[in-house]
């Protein structure tokens, strides 16, 4: 099969009703060169960028309530920064580019996926058409 190791995918296909940060971002542990009080952090096996981990909340109103968080790890040589909270809102909207997702088989032998990205960013923000004048012809 040609298809091997993480599968690329875009945000729209992971979080279509799109997500919310609601924890910080943190450094992924590696359990295996992390030692009794020495930590040490993470790196991705194909690029060995530094692993970072942030908790979304999936916009998805059909979700249980214990599938609306899902971790995100991302990809980066420093800390990400979520973008600035927006005014009147209790999470702060996100999206992700370079975006691919892992299949897994998790402790419960369930199917689950591991989601890494490139990037966090503020999401897009669309602009509505001006509105005519009175004097529009």
Known sequence: MALQGPIPVTFAMVFPHGCYVV???EPVKDFDAST???FVQSRDKQTSELV???AVLDGDPA???AQKT???KILAPVQP???SPMPGLPFTPVEFDGISVTPYVNGNGR???SIKVREMRAPHQTTAPAKAGKDAA
């Open 23 to 25: 924890g910080q971002v």
């Open 81 to 83: 920064v979520p973008p």
């Open 63 to 65: 979700l249980k309530p």
């Open 70 to 72: 899902v971790a995100v």
């Open 52 to 54: 970072w981990q942030v």
């Open 36 to 38: 009794n009080g020495r």
């Open 111 to 113: 199917l689950a996926y």
